[in-house]
């Protein structure tokens, strides 16, 4: 039986970074995954193709509506959603064959199968043929991810009623789209389909789509996707989705209970969340149960209730997102190597890459008033910042949220052009521990949009220069 310091169950975001950070770290590492491609949802069929997509879409857009004013005459403009397509999977291939090359040089062994723990340091390897290979380590990280989440009244069949896997790869511009759920998934794959030509509608249990973000920030998203032409059915729940031949029926009524309605649509979306991914993983074998909400339990330093069985990414508490996961995975390697591995969990961000893009790291000012937590708070326009001018992309606006006493930076929430790339120095400020007026007293290259960052930070004490 091979032997291995460590072996990670699922190559995505939190398992081949961890293994690649255990391989540095000097020890013998595997990492077992179904799919013969490294990268997990992530890379195969999550962020990576959606962001292709909303690229590719977001040109067509521009050249649609935007291109004439900057003084540029395009003629008959046509979508190849083969090509679209194509280049989307190219870019997927060449990032996981790239971390296919990263094991190499790293000497990582990338086990082909499902991986499923027979006992502790001991994992079975089932390879798709069948065929199976027990390996021995004297740690085990569970890094299995998660899948879509369904909902009983809108069984997913995979062509009407389509989960973003399918969304990433439909044969044709639907003429019509409904989706189920106004968060990033929802919001990123309408925005895709919508572009291309769709009639999109979003159906929101909540008041309000992206929920996470500072309600004065995601009511400004919410404006500028209505005005980009995508429909909204907020407080609104589905009660029941029906294939009804060529279009699928979709039923609706107030979540508060009322009138229901019923729209038609040519392909519905559930994006509806997520779930941990633990199936047939034999923790019953080793005595792990998981949480409510399928998670399985941690301590601070990734362990489980099983010694030498640790779990992190999507599988654990905290957001469900990549670079959460691949901080953890960095972390446990290290913790294993007796270093002191650690996720700064109050300072993670999170996007959602509609265009303009919504961005936030740390409280909303809903959060700190209901911690009670005193705030003063700053807001700046894009309308008032010289390069989102020049670049004729103006709307959105960045809130900074201190901390009425210290002015320590408490959060940052933004809609507005690469506000994705821009969440990052609210990110290090916040790292650093540092305060509003830390981002007002630096300089800002200009004419730049971190600028609106810097106005934002005067604007917590009332001293914005441009608006
Ligand atoms: P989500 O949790 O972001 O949003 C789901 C939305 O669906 C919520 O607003 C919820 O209120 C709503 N909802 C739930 N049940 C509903 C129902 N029956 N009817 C109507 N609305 C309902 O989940 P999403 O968008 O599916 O994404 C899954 C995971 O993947 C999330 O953890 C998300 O953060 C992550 N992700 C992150 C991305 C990013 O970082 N840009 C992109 C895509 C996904």
Redesign the pocket.
Known sequence: MEQYDVVYIGGGPAGYVGAIRSAQLGMKTACVEKRKALGGTCLNI??IP?KALLDSSEHFAFVKHKAAKHGLVVGDLKIDLGQMMKRKDQVVTGLTTGIAGLFKKNKIAHLVGHGRITAPGTVEVVAENGAKETISAKNIVIATGSDVAR?PVAALDGVRVISSTEALALPQVPKSMVV???????L?MGSVWMRLGADVTV????ER?A?FADHQISGELLKILQRQGMKFKLAT??VNVQNVGSKAAVEMEPAAGGTRETIEADVVLV????KPFTDNLGLDKIGLATDKAGRIEIDNHFRTKVAGVYAIGDVVRG???AHKAEDEGIAVAEIMAGKAGHVNYDAIP????TWPELATVGMSEQDCKAKEIAVRTGTFPFIANGRAKAMDESEGMIKIIADAKTDRLLGLHMVGPRASDMIAEAVMVMEFGGSAEDIALSTHAHPTLPEAMKEAALAVHKRAIHF
């Not at 189920?180 to 929802?186: E, K, L, P, V």
């Not at 159906?203 to 909540?206: A, G, I, K, W």
């Not at 994006?271 to 997520?274: D, F, T, Y």
């Open positions: 999550g962020c959606s909902i189920i759920g106004g968060g990033a998934i929802g990123e159906v929101e249990y909540n789509i929920s729940k589905v994006a509806v969340g997520r957001p469900m997102l999170s996007v959602i890459y």
